[in-house]
């Protein structure tokens, strides 16, 4: 992984506005388009923008 990488992840930080009733955690913080902005040296975790909120995500939470 690399900074620029287009990747998909799960933003705990961005709720969607209006899940419905009884909203599971799927529908409750969808996968979302983002772009990597940062990688740790030693690849131990990245840091994602989607939006312009930036989230930290270990590399098994990304989806490519």
């Not at 990597?36 to 490519?64: M, N, Q, S």
């Amino acid at each position: 992984m690399q900074k620029g990488d287009i990747v998909r992840a799960r933003f705990l930080t961005m709720p969607e506005p209006f899940p419905g009733a009884g909203a599971t955690k799927d529908n409750l913080y969808p996968v979302r388009k983002a772009t990597v902005v940062y990688v740790h040296p030693k690849g131990r975790y990245i840091v994602a923008e989607c939006k312009g909120i930036r989230e930290t995500f270990f590399p098994e939470e990304v989806l490519t």
